[in-house]
C-alpha cells in the first residue's frame, strides 16, 4: 500500500462531515491493507505513529526544504520503517543520522506527503476526535459487530493493535483481549448534569462522591510492582514516589484502581490545580506530596471488576484501599446529596459526581452513567488561536479562539472567543508558548496547531450565525490550561449546544471521546 493511499484518505475523511462517509473511507483503505500495512495504516489516519514520539521538530521538518518526489512510490511500511528508526536513533552522531534518515524519507515523499508527513510528525493531525469513527471504521472492514471493537480497543489502549486484531482474527481476536494489570485502561468518563436533583431522579439507586479539583490516576500494582498512569496512559511512577509507597503498602496482592490525586494545604484544602500537575514532573522529595482518593476498583487479587456493578466494585474498593477511598455515600437520601454537595464545595472542591449503582465500567465512553454536578458551567476546550493585545495588553497574545471538538472527526469547531480571566503571570506564559506552535498569523492574528486545552468557565451557550458550529459561548472566561488533557478529550459542540436556553446535558447525544 502505497503512503499516497493513506494521504488521499485522509484529505476525504477531512473534506466531509458526513459520518457515514469518513467510515466509508477509512473501511475501504484498512480493508485493503495488507497484514504489516494494517498498525501503520490506522496509526497514520489516526494522526499518530504507531511509535509515538519521534522526537523530530516542527523547525527540524521546516528548515529540511527538500524538493517533493513527482510521483507517488512510498509505501507505508516503508514510511513507518523509518520513523521506527527515528524513535530509536540516539547518542553520538543520532542529529546527524535523523536529519539522514529525514532527507531520505521527505525527498521520496511528493508535496501532499511531504505536507501529511510534517502535519503527523508535529501532532497536527493528532486532535483524536477520529477515535470513535476509526473504531466504526476498524468494525466495518473486518465485518464485525462495533461493541467487540470498542471493547478490544478499550483494554489495549491502542486502536493500531485492536484493528490488527479485528482484521486478522475477527470477534474471537477480539475477544482474547483481557484486563492486564500493569498495562492502563481508558478511563470512564462523566456527562454534565443539569442539577443534583435531576441527577438522582434520572439515575435512581447511585453513589455520591466529592469531584475533586485533581489530576486523575490509574494504579496498577502486582505484587511489589506498581505502576501509575494519568488520564492519558501516560506513565509517571517515576515522578510520584509517595503513591507508589502508599500503594505498595495496601492489603491486597493485585489491584487496579481509578482515583483523583492533589496536592493540600497544610488545614487540608485542595492547592491549585497546577501545582499538583507540576508534581507529575517532579524530580525531587522536596516538592508539595500528592494524597490520592480512589474511586473505583477494576480488578481486586486476580478478579475481573469491569463487567461487574459499581456496587459490587465500591465494596472491593473499600476492602483494598479503606481509608483512601473517596469521601461520599452509597445510596444516600436526596437530603444526604444535597449535604455531601455543600460539604464538598466548602472543603475546596468542585461539586459532585453522581454514579447509578448498577452501571459496569464503560472504559474510554462518555455516557449517562456518570454525572457531574457543578455550580458552574465550565467546559474543556481547544485553543485555536490568540490576538494581540492593546492598552495594557500590548506585546502580549490576549484574546483566545476557542473550538469544541467534532464528534464526527473534523477540525474543532469555532465556538468564541475570551480575554478574561488571565493574570499577567498567564499572559506571558501564554504568549510565549502560544508562539511555539504557531501554524501561521496575520497583522493581527496567531494561529496555532490545536495543542492546547484551556477550561473555560460561562454563563451558558446562545445561536449565533457568526460562528460554524451556530453557538456562540455567553460570558467565557478562563479558568485554566488543562496540561492533564489533549484535544481527544476536549468537549463535543454537542456539550455546547446542549447549554443553549432549554436544553440540557440530557439532550446532548452520547459522546464517545
Same mark, same amino acid.
Given at each position: 500500500?502505497?503512503?499516497?493511499?493513506?494521504?488521499?484518505?485522509?484529505?476525504?475523511?477531512?473534506?466531509?462531515?458526513?459520518?457515514?462517509?469518513?467510515?466509508?473511507?477509512?473501511? =475501504? $483503505?484498512?480493508?485493503? &491493507?495488507?497484514?504489516? *500495512?494494517? /498498525?501503520?495504516?490506522?496509526?497514520? +489516519?489516526? %494522526?499518530?505513529? #504507531? @511509535?509515538?514520539?519521534?522526537?523530530?521538530?516542527?523547525?527540524?521538518?521546516?528548515?529540511?526544504?527538500?524538493?517533493?518526489?513527482?510521483?507517488?512510490?512510498?509505501?507505508?511500511?516503508?514510511?513507518?520503517?523509518?520513523?521506527?528508526?527515528?524513535?530509536?536513533?540516539?547518542?553520538?552522531?543520532?542529529?546527524?543520522?535523523?536529519?539522514?534518515?529525514?532527507? =531520505? $524519507?521527505?525527498?521520496? &515523499?511528493?508535496?501532499? *506527503?511531504? /505536507?501529511?508527513?510534517?502535519?503527523? +510528525?508535529? %501532532?497536527?493531525? #493528532? @486532535?483524536?476526535?477520529?477515535?470513535?469513527?476509526?473504531?466504526?471504521?476498524?468494525?466495518?472492514?473486518?465485518?464485525?459487530?462495533?461493541?467487540?471493537?470498542?471493547?478490544?480497543?478499550?483494554?489495549?489502549?491502542?486502536?493500531?493493535?485492536?484493528?490488527?486484531?479485528?482484521?486478522?482474527?475477527?470477534?474471537?481476536?477480539?475477544?482474547?483481549?483481557?484486563?492486564?494489570?500493569?498495562?492502563?485502561?481508558?478511563?470512564?468518563?462523566?456527562?454534565?448534569?443539569?442539577?443534583?436533583?435531576?441527577?438522582?431522579?434520572?439515575?435512581?439507586?447511585?453513589?455520591?462522591?466529592?469531584?475533586?479539583?485533581?489530576?486523575?490516576?490509574?494504579?496498577?500494582?502486582?505484587?511489589?510492582?506498581?505502576?501509575?498512569?494519568?488520564?492519558?496512559?501516560?506513565?509517571?511512577?517515576?515522578?510520584?514516589?509517595?503513591?507508589?509507597?502508599?500503594?505498595?503498602?495496601?492489603?491486597?496482592?493485585?489491584?487496579?484502581?481509578?482515583?483523583?490525586?492533589?496536592?493540600?494545604?497544610?488545614?487540608?484544602?485542595?492547592?491549585?490545580?497546577?501545582?499538583?500537575?507540576?508534581?507529575?514532573?517532579?524530580?525531587?522529595?522536596?516538592?508539595?506530596?500528592?494524597?490520592?482518593?480512589?474511586?473505583?476498583?477494576?480488578?481486586?487479587?486476580?478478579?475481573?471488576?469491569?463487567?461487574?456493578?459499581?456496587?459490587?466494585?465500591?465494596?472491593?474498593?473499600?476492602?483494598?484501599?479503606?481509608?483512601?477511598?473517596?469521601?461520599?455515600?452509597?445510596?444516600?437520601?436526596?437530603?444526604?446529596?444535597?449535604?455531601?454537595?455543600?460539604?464538598?464545595?466548602?472543603?475546596?472542591?468542585?461539586?459532585?459526581?453522581?454514579?447509578?449503582?448498577?452501571?459496569?465500567?464503560?472504559?474510554?465512553?462518555?455516557?449517562?452513567?456518570?454525572?457531574?454536578?457543578?455550580?458552574?458551567?465550565?467546559?474543556?476546550?481547544?485553543?485555536?488561536?490568540?490576538?494581540?493585545?492593546?492598552?495594557?495588553?500590548?506585546?502580549?497574545?490576549?484574546?483566545?479562539?476557542?473550538?469544541?471538538?467534532?464528534?464526527?472527526?473534523?477540525?474543532?469547531?469555532?465556538?468564541?472567543?475570551?480575554?478574561?480571566?488571565?493574570?499577567?503571570?498567564?499572559?506571558?506564559?501564554?504568549?510565549?508558548?502560544?508562539?511555539?506552535?504557531?501554524?501561521?498569523?496575520?497583522?493581527?492574528?496567531?494561529?496555532?496547531?490545536?495543542?492546547?486545552?484551556?477550561?473555560?468557565?460561562?454563563?451558558?451557550?446562545?445561536?449565533?450565525?457568526?460562528?460554524?458550529?451556530?453557538?456562540?459561548?455567553?460570558?467565557?472566561?478562563?479558568?485554566?490550561?488543562?496540561?492533564?488533557?489533549?484535544?481527544?478529550?476536549?468537549?463535543?459542540?454537542?456539550?455546547?449546544?446542549?447549554?443553549?436556553?432549554?436544553?440540557?446535558?440530557?439532550?446532548?447525544?452520547?459522546?464517545?471521546?
Amino acid at each position: 500500500m502505497l503512503l499516497s493511499d493513506v494521504v488521499t484518505t485522509s484529505a476525504a475523511v477531512a473534506a466531509t462531515r458526513s459520518r457515514l462517509a469518513k467510515v466509508r473511507a477509512l473501511a =475501504g $483503505l484498512i480493508a485493503q &491493507a495488507g497484514p504489516g *500495512e494494517i /498498525e501503520p495504516a490506522v496509526a497514520f +489516519l489516526s %494522526g499518530a505513529p #504507531r @511509535q509515538g514520539r519521534t522526537g523530530t521538530g516542527y523547525r527540524t521538518l521546516w528548515d529540511l526544504k527538500i524538493s517533493p518526489a513527482a510521483e507517488p512510490s512510498l509505501t507505508v511500511e516503508q514510511t513507518d520503517g523509518v520513523l521506527e528508526e527515528l524513535s530509536t536513533t540516539g547518542g553520538k552522531g543520532s542529529a546527524q543520522r535523523r536529519v539522514e534518515l529525514l532527507t =531520505g $524519507l521527505f525527498g521520496a &515523499a511528493t508535496a501532499a *506527503e511531504q /505536507e501529511f508527513l510534517i502535519r503527523l +510528525l508535529t %501532532g497536527e493531525l #493528532r @486532535q483524536g476526535a477520529l477515535e470513535g469513527v476509526m473504531l466504526d471504521a476498524i468494525a466495518a472492514a473486518a465485518e464485525v459487530p462495533a461493541e467487540p471493537v470498542r471493547r478490544a480497543f478499550m483494554l489495549s489502549g491502542r486502536l493500531p493493535v485492536t484493528a490488527v486484531a479485528a482484521l486478522s482474527g475477527g470477534e474471537a481476536a477480539l475477544g482474547e483481549f483481557r484486563l492486564e494489570v500493569g498495562r492502563p485502561v481508558r478511563p470512564m468518563l462523566a456527562s454534565p448534569a443539569p442539577s443534583l436533583p435531576e441527577a438522582l431522579t434520572e439515575l435512581g439507586s447511585c453513589a455520591v462522591e466529592y469531584k475533586m479539583d485533581g489530576a486523575r490516576i490509574q494504579v496498577h500494582k502486582q505484587g511489589d510492582s506498581v505502576r501509575i498512569f494519568t488520564r492519558t496512559l501516560r506513565e509517571i511512577t517515576k515522578s510520584v514516589p509517595e503513591l507508589v509507597e502508599l500503594v505498595r503498602g495496601l492489603p491486597c496482592g493485585s489491584v487496579v484502581l481509578d482515583g483523583e490525586t492533589l496536592a493540600l494545604t497544610d488545614d487540608g484544602k485542595p492547592r491549585p490545580f497546577q501545582e499538583t500537575m507540576s508534581r507529575f514532573g517532579a524530580t525531587s522529595e522536596r516538592e508539595l506530596l500528592l494524597r490520592p482518593y480512589f474511586f473505583d476498583c477494576l480488578h481486586l487479587d486476580g478478579v475481573d471488576l469491569l463487567d461487574t456493578s459499581l456496587g459490587e466494585r465500591h465494596a472491593a474498593l473499600l476492602k483494598a484501599v479503606g481509608e483512601h477511598v473517596i469521601p461520599g455515600a452509597v445510596a444516600p437520601s436526596a437530603d444526604e446529596a444535597e449535604r455531601i454537595l455543600a460539604d464538598s464545595l466548602e472543603a475546596g472542591h468542585e461539586g459532585v459526581m453522581v454514579k447509578a449503582l448498577d452501571s459496569v465500567y464503560a472504559a474510554g465512553r462518555r455516557g449517562k452513567a456518570w454525572q457531574k454536578v457543578k455550580p458552574e458551567h465550565t467546559l474543556d476546550l481547544v485553543v485555536l488561536a490568540a490576538e494581540w493585545g492593546h492598552g495594557r495588553r500590548t506585546g502580549y497574545l490576549s484574546n483566545l479562539h476557542l473550538g469544541a471538538r467534532d464528534p464526527d472527526g473534523g477540525p474543532p469547531i469555532m465556538v468564541g472567543k475570551t480575554f478574561k480571566g488571565m493574570t499577567d503571570e498567564l499572559l506571558a506564559w501564554q504568549t510565549q508558548e502560544l508562539q511555539r506552535i504557531e501554524s501561521h498569523r496575520d497583522s493581527w492574528v496567531v494561529f496555532v496547531r490545536p495543542e492546547f486545552v484551556v477550561e473555560i468557565e460561562l454563563d451558558g451557550a446562545q445561536v449565533s450565525p457568526r460562528y460554524p458550529g451556530g453557538v456562540a459561548l455567553r460570558f467565557a472566561r478562563v479558568l485554566r490550561y488543562r496540561p492533564d488533557k489533549d484535544p481527544a478529550e476536549a468537549d463535543t459542540i454537542d456539550a455546547v449546544r446542549a447549554l443553549l436556553p432549554g436544553k440540557g446535558a440530557a439532550d446532548a447525544p452520547e459522546k464517545h471521546n
